[in-house]
């Protein structure tokens, strides 16, 4: 657990608490009110943080989910899902992009410390019946 500023993503420059989704929850939360930070960064590689239970723990901060995989669509307005596309298996990625939210969500590919994050509002998806109509010449 360590506070840092933001240096990844829509969120860059804002002051924040970095934590492993194993750590204590609890004492996070008590940390963001005490040092008056509104931005906790969760990395969760093995994917085991419930959205619902990860909301109420920050109520009154922002939280960035660091997952490999995203099983569902996160409903929740005071997370955005970082999804490592780089990490997750290659048969559950289009599964994963699919359930991310636009407006909130991104995706980050990492290597060496080198990061690139691309905002789901910057995806352009293409579904299976687009590529029908075509006119054999």
Do not use: W
């Amino acid at each position: 657990m360590h506070i840092g500023i933001e240096v990844e993503g829509r969120l860059r420059g804002i002051k924040t608490l970095f934590i492993n989704a194993d750590e204590d929850l609890l004492k996070a939360a008590d940390i963001l009110v005490e040092r008056g930070i509104g931005h906790v960064y969760i990395s969760d590689p093995d994917n085991k943080l419930s959205y619902r239970v990860t909301s109420n723990f920050f109520q009154n901060a922002h939280v960035t989910l660091d997952v490999t995989e995203v099983k569902d669509y996160c409903p929740r307005d005071n997370i955005s899902i970082m999804f490592r596309i780089d990490k997750c298996p290659q048969d559950k990625i289009f599964d994963s992009i699919k359930n991310l939210r636009s407006d909130l969500d991104q995706v980050k590919v990492e290597r060496d410390r080198h990061v690139i994050i691309f905002p789901m509002c910057s995806a352009l998806i293409t579904e299976p019946n687009e590529f029908e109509g075509d006119i054999e010449l």
